[in-house]
């Protein structure tokens, strides 16, 4: 069981938390930037387009914020945070 054996969720929590980290410490475009290169490698993954879209809507860019933020409920329907903020953003 290698590396590339590791369940998605497992990747997101390695891959995942720098984003976070980068995000909470007010650096925007090195979190934005880190969320885009995990998305293309995996793309299915709901919390980190939701992430994106945070640090997306933080910089102000709303129309990339919602794009992810519809990324992820497409791709968790119960994801109720990004519903949340998606209806929010719509509504504006």
């Given at each position: 069981?290698?590396?590339?054996?590791?369940?998605?969720?497992?990747?997101?929590?390695?891959?995942?938390?720098?984003?976070?980290?980068?995000?909470?410490?007010?650096?925007?475009?090195?979190?934005?930037?880190?969320?885009?290169?995990?998305?293309?490698?995996?793309?299915?993954?709901?919390?980190?387009h939701?992430?994106?879209?945070?640090?997306?809507?933080?910089?102000?860019?709303?129309?990339?914020?919602?794009?992810?933020?519809?990324?992820?409920?497409?791709?968790?329907?119960?994801?109720?945070?990004?519903?949340?903020?998606?209806?929010?953003?719509?509504?504006?």
């Amino acid at each position: 069981s290698g590396a590339n054996s590791l369940h998605p969720m497992t990747v997101l929590d390695f891959e995942g938390a720098d984003g976070v980290a980068l995000a909470q410490h007010g650096d925007l475009p090195a979190a934005i930037g880190h969320y885009e290169r995990v998305l293309s490698r995996h793309p299915h993954l709901a919390a980190v387009h939701f992430n994106l879209g945070n640090a997306l809507r933080d910089s102000r860019r709303m129309d990339e914020a919602v794009q992810h933020y519809q990324a992820a409920v497409q791709l968790e329907p119960g994801h109720v945070a990004a519903r949340e903020v998606l209806r929010q953003l719509l509504a504006r």
